[in-house]
């Protein structure tokens, strides 16, 4: 009888006390479960995994592993392009055609380091603490919590709803390095949802700044993101005897930098940063060369390729001159790296009306949201219908600092948040296999 409701569920065909018996044995399932799943999220916060701690990450990814091996996953660790950084993981559980209807394909997605150096973890006593309603530590929102909150929503429908969670082939994708944005991450992704895939369903967690009560937001855009290295070669010359013999390379990066920075225009959502800069030599020494990082990002595709063409458009610019000849400096701009936007579309608008739904029988709101960060969710939504956000509730991720005035406060994730997150996201699922 439990396997024939699972099937109805699946062709979305229960009666209201079905579902209603079905909801309330999936909320007593994860609240039972959430002291076990935290004790486990515990553990991987307390291993250190920055990005550029490819023995950490690796650590990280084979408790992992364990963590879903109990699930019947199967594990596959795959080395990332770069040597300097650890090992993705790739989990997968293959799913049994249920009344000659084809298992679907489901990819969930997360990441296995932070951005928190060992040192600087011990610096600023950033660990594991529980204080009134939040839980500190490093990863514990980006994105540890994601992994668990993935976990616990196949946790509860491997027990609650066996049938249907036999019926789906599960792919679970953890990057080594998604701090760095490496690209064979990406290529790694869509090698493995190739297909038929219903969804990518990405893990970072949900924001609470400016959230209204009874109110989740779901990801279904983020900026795209542009890295650039400005160099400027000019003259040296005495500083004393003879600065009209010199080209200032310092000041012709000032013209630079500051016509960059000028392309930011926030009604279109476009924001260029100059990261770093550096020039010069010593202080009697007209400076002969310069160079400064910068950053661009925009949500239009359109707009990102407008403005990365005005910051290349400055390479063998000119205006500053030597005093006595004339000797120009000139500019030379590289474009090191380029991820692209992932644009509002419909396929992700369709996945949030999963959620949405969800959330009206629920009684709360889902809403939109476009967020400036990039997630794996860049690499997947042109080939695959994608949203982010479904990890815990939480704030301040890349933060690790304290002040006691409150100005300064650690990463943190909201306990409370998972077992209703982790519900919201099962039942969503379910619905969106359903069709």
Same mark, same amino acid.
């Given at each position: 009888m439990l396997y024939q409701l699972q099937v109805n569920l699946l062709i979305d065909n229960m009666t209201r006390m079905e579902r209603s018996g079905l909801i309330q044995n999936l909320q007593n399932n994860l609240q039972e479960n959430l002291p076990r799943n935290l004790d486990l999220l515990r553990q991987m916060v307390g291993i250190n995994s920055f990005t550029s701690n490819p023995a950490g990450v690796n650590e990280l990814g084979k408790l992992t592993a364990g963590i879903f091996a109990d699930l019947g996953f199967q594990a596959e660790f795959v080395q990332a392009a770069d040597f300097i950084y650890g090992q993705h993981l790739v989990l997968t559980r293959p799913g049994r055609p249920l009344n000659g209807r084809g298992a679907p394909k489901i990819g969930l997605i997360s990441h296995l380091d932070t951005v928190y150096p060992a040192a600087e973890e011990r610096d600023n006593d950033f660990y594991w603490r529980v204080s009134g309603k939040r839980i500190y530590g490093p990863g514990v929102y980006d994105i540890k919590g994601g992994t668990i909150m993935m976990y616990m929503v196949l946790a509860a429908l491997q027990a609650e709803a066996p049938a249907f969670f036999d019926s789906v082939t599960w792919i679970v994708l953890l990057n080594a390095a998604e701090e760095a944005l490496v690209p064979d991450?990406?290529?790694?992704?869509?090698?493995?949802?190739?297909?038929?895939?219903?969804?990518?369903?990405?893990?970072?967690?949900?924001?609470?700044?400016?959230?209204? /009560?009874?109110?989740?937001?779901?990801?279904?855009?983020?900026?795209? $993101?542009?890295?650039?290295?400005?160099?400027?070669?000019?003259?040296?010359?005495?500083?004393?005897?003879?600065?009209?013999?010199?080209?200032? +390379?310092?000041?012709?990066?000032?013209?630079? *930098?500051?016509?960059?920075?000028? #392309?930011?225009?926030?009604?279109?959502?476009?924001? =260029?940063?100059?990261?770093? *800069?550096?020039?010069?030599?010593? *202080?009697?020494?007209?400076?002969?060369?310069?160079? %400064?990082?910068? @950053? $661009?990002?925009?949500?239009? /595709?359109?707009?990102? $390729?407008?403005?990365?063409?005005?910051?290349?458009?400055?390479?063998?610019?000119?205006?500053?001159?030597? %005093?006595?000849?004339?000797?120009?400096?000139?500019?030379? *701009?590289?474009? #090191?790296? @380029?991820?692209?936007?992932?644009?509002?579309?419909?396929?992700?608008?369709?996945? =949030? %009306?999963?959620?949405?739904?969800?959330?009206?029988?629920?009684?709360?709101?889902? $809403?939109?949201?476009?967020?400036?960060? #990039?997630?794996?969710?860049?690499?997947?939504?042109?080939?695959?219908?994608?949203?982010?956000? =479904?990890? /815990?509730?939480?704030?301040?991720?890349?933060?690790?600092?304290? +002040? @006691?005035?409150?100005s300064k406060d650690q990463e943190y994730i909201l306990p409370d948040s998972f077992a209703p997150k982790a519900l919201m996201n099962i039942l969503s699922i379910m619905r969106l296999a359903a069709q």
């Open positions: 991450f990406g290529r790694l992704i869509l090698e493995h949802l190739a297909g038929d895939t219903l969804a990518s369903l990405v893990f970072e967690g949900g924001e609470v700044e400016h959230v209204q /009560p009874g109110e989740y937001r779901l990801v279904v855009a983020r900026k795209g $993101m542009a890295r650039y290295h400005v160099q400027v070669e000019g003259k040296a010359a005495h500083a004393g005897t003879a600065h009209d013999h010199g080209a200032n +390379a310092i000041l012709q990066m000032a013209d630079v *930098i500051r016509r960059i920075a000028g #392309l930011t225009d926030y009604e279109q959502q476009i924001t =260029l940063n100059v990261g770093t *800069i550096a020039g010069g030599t010593v *202080i009697n020494r007209v400076p002969h060369q310069a160079s %400064a990082s910068v @950053e $661009m990002r925009a949500y239009s /595709p359109q707009s990102f $390729m407008e403005t990365s063409k005005k910051i290349t458009a400055l390479n063998e610019f000119s205006s500053v001159y030597s %005093a006595n000849g004339g000797y120009p400096c000139r500019v030379h *701009i590289e474009v #090191l790296n @380029e991820w692209g936007p992932w644009a509002p579309n419909a396929k992700s608008d369709a996945l =949030l %009306a999963f959620w949405q739904e969800t959330g009206r029988e629920l009684g709360f709101g889902v $809403m939109p949201q476009e967020r400036g960060g #990039l997630s794996d969710g860049n690499w997947t939504w042109q080939s695959i219908p994608t949203i982010d956000g =479904l990890g /815990p509730d939480g704030g301040n991720a890349h933060c690790s600092e304290r +002040a @006691e005035d409150g």
